[in-house]
């Protein structure tokens, strides 16, 4: 019987050490102040530079060349009125950040695609007409790539030169702009 006694008493003691510790670990209290978060500057500059059918032209947006770029307000990439079959245009649109790196999404919005009537040759073809039932925005092809210059021996600055070379990271390739479900991430950009 003292031996039963003798094994309730250590077991008591055991479990009085434990909920004690337990105990002293809850109630524990650290302190910090004077801790903040401050967000840093971001300054996004564009410019764009634009041919079409292989020639620059007024119905494309070039502008904010010769620097880093401009704060854009309603400057446009594309105004295209007459566009037919066989025609071919190119925008870049550079993005440069001042001060801080950012990371940066682009998305495309505010798409108009409307048939403005059928025409003959069209009608042996299509039977849609009207608001949203365009088909231009399927064939226009989105390209969006990292361009450093390539290592370019004819470059050597490595500035942008609007030509894809191995090793220049691609983010989107030959998409067309109503595929667009989200955003594309496009990853991080050095502030100067």
Known sequence: MKKIILSLAIVAAVGAIVVGGTIAYFSDTETSTG?????????????????YNGES????????????GLDITNEKFF??????????GENT????????????????TNLTNDDNGINEPESSVDSTD????????????????????GNNPHNPDNLCDNVWQDGE?????DAPIDSNTGAWLLGHVQGR
């Open 93 to 108: 649109i550079s993005l440069h950040v001042v001060n801080n790196d950012a990371y940066i999404c682009g998305y495309i």
């Open 35 to 51: 801790n903040t978060f401050t967000a840093g500057a971001i300054d996004l500059k564009v410019d764009s530079e634009c041919s």
């Open 79 to 88: 105004d295209f009125a007459d566009v037919k079959p066989g025609d071919s």
């Open 57 to 68: 032209s007024d119905q494309c947006g070039t502008w904010g060349q010769g620097g880093d």
């Open 130 to 149: 009207g608001v949203g039932n365009g088909e231009l925005q399927d064939n226009i092809l989105v390209t969006i790539w990292q361009d450093n210059g």
């Open 169 to 173: 990271s691609v983010y989107v390739y």
